[in-house]
C-alpha cells in the first residue's frame, strides 16, 4: 500500500497534469473558431471549382491532346495515396482515424494487385504508416514551422504531387484527410484528385443550361486543372486544421474531467490512510499507558 508521501506527491502530479490539460483545452477551443471560419469560408470555392470542372470536361474530355490530369494516363497500375495528419499529438484519434482509412484504402489497391506509394503531409501519419509501410514512403512533408495553413502550403504540396506525376511514378492520387463536422465529430474523408473524377452523363437528363466560354474550353482547363489540385489540397488541410482543434478540445475536455475524478478517488485512499495510521498511533499510545 502506499504511503502517505507517495499519495501526496501523486496527487499533486495529477494536479498539475489537470492544470496542463485545462489549458490546453482553452487554446484549442481559441483556435477552433478560426479554423472553423476558415475550413467553411473555402467549401464553398473547392466545391465550385470541382463543379466547374466536372461541367468543363465532361464536353470535352474525348478530345485528343487532353491533359492527363483529366483524362488520365491510360493506365491504373500506380496509386499514389496523399495522407494529410496533423504535426502534433494530443488530439484523442483524430491522426488514428485518417491514417485507419488510408491503410484500408491501401490493402484494398493492394489485394487487387496495385502498386501503391505513400505521400505524407504532417509528421505523426508518416510515424504510424511508417511501421507497416516503410517501402512504400516517398516524402514527408512537415508543416511544424506553420502557424496558421495558407494557400502556399497547399501549392508546395500540390506541385510535388503534379512533379511525381509528370515524371510518370503513379496514374492515380488519392487524397486523404478529416473534414470538420463538429467539435466531436471528425470525418475521415477519401477524395481522388488524380485523374479529375467526372460525373456520370445521364442521357435521360441533360442539363438545360448552355454556357459560353471564353477563351475556349480546352485553354481554360489546361490553366484551371493544375489549380484544382491545389485549391482541394488547401481545402483539406484547412478541414484538417479546424478538425484537429475540435479533437484535441474534446480530448483535453475529457483528460481534464479524468484527472479530477483520479484526485477524488486518490483523496478518499489519502484520507482514509491518514486516518487509519492516526487510529494506529493512538492505539499503540493507548496500549503503552495501560502497561504501565
Known amino acids: 500500500m502506499p504511503s502517505l508521501k507517495d499519495l501526496k ?15 490546453m483545452k482553452m487554446v484549442a477551443a481559441s483556435k477552433l473558431r478560426r479554423a472553423q471560419e476558415a475550413a467553411e469560408a473555402a467549401r464553398p470555392y473547392a466545391e465550385r471549382m ?3 470542372m466536372a461541367s468543363l470536361g465532361k464536353n470535352i474530355v474525348q478530345y485528343e491532346g487532353m ?30 482515424n485518417i491514417v485507419k482509412g488510408a491503410r484500408a484504402k491501401i490493402e484494398a489497391l493492394i489485394a487487387d494487385g496495385k502498386k501503391v506509394k505513400i505521400l505524407c503531409v504532417g509528421r505523426k501519419g508518416a510515424i504510424m504508416l511508417r511501421r507497416i509501410h516503410r517501402d512504400k514512403m516517398l516524402e514527408t512533408i512537415e508543416l511544424a514551422n506553420t502557424k496558421q495553413v495558407g494557400f502556399a502550403q497547399a501549392q508546395s504540396v500540390a506541385t510535388t504531387v503534379l512533379d511525381l506525376f509528370a515524371v510518370g511514378d503513379f496514374d492515380v492520387a488519392h487524397l486523404f484527410f478529416a473534414k470538420f463536422q463538429s467539435a ?50 488547401f481545402k483539406a488541410l484547412l478541414e484538417n486544421a479546424a478538425s484537429e482543434q475540435g479533437a484535441r478540445m474534446t480530448a483535453m475536455d475529457n483528460a481534464t474531467r479524468n484527472a479530477g475524478d483520479m484526485i477524488d478517488g486518490l483523496t478518499l485512499t ?19 499507558a495501560e502497561a504501565l
Open 9 to 23: 506527491n501523486r496527487i499533486s502530479s495529477v494536479k498539475s497534469t489537470q492544470k496542463i490539460t485545462k489549458a
Open 50 to 52: 470541382e463543379a466547374v
Open 67 to 96: 491533359s492527363p490530369l483529366l483524362v488520365g494516363t491510360g493506365k491504373d497500375d500506380t496509386h499514389l495515396v496523399i495522407v494529410a495528419t496533423s504535426e502534433k499529438g494530443l488530439c484523442g484519434g483524430f491522426n488514428a
Open 184 to 233: 466531436l465529430v471528425q470525418e475521415v474523408t477519401g477524395q481522388q484528385l488524380i485523374p479529375t473524377p467526372l460525373p456520370e452523363v445521364n442521357a435521360d437528363a441533360q442539363s438545360t443550361a448552355a454556357y459560353d466560354y471564353e477563351p475556349d474550353e480546352e485553354e481554360i482547363l489546361m490553366d484551371l486543372l493544375p489549380r484544382n489540385i491545389s485549391v482541394q489540397i
Open 270 to 288: 489519502y484520507n482514509r490512510t491518514r486516518q487509519a495510521a492516526i487510529t494506529k498511533e493512538l492505539i499503540e499510545i493507548i496500549s503503552g
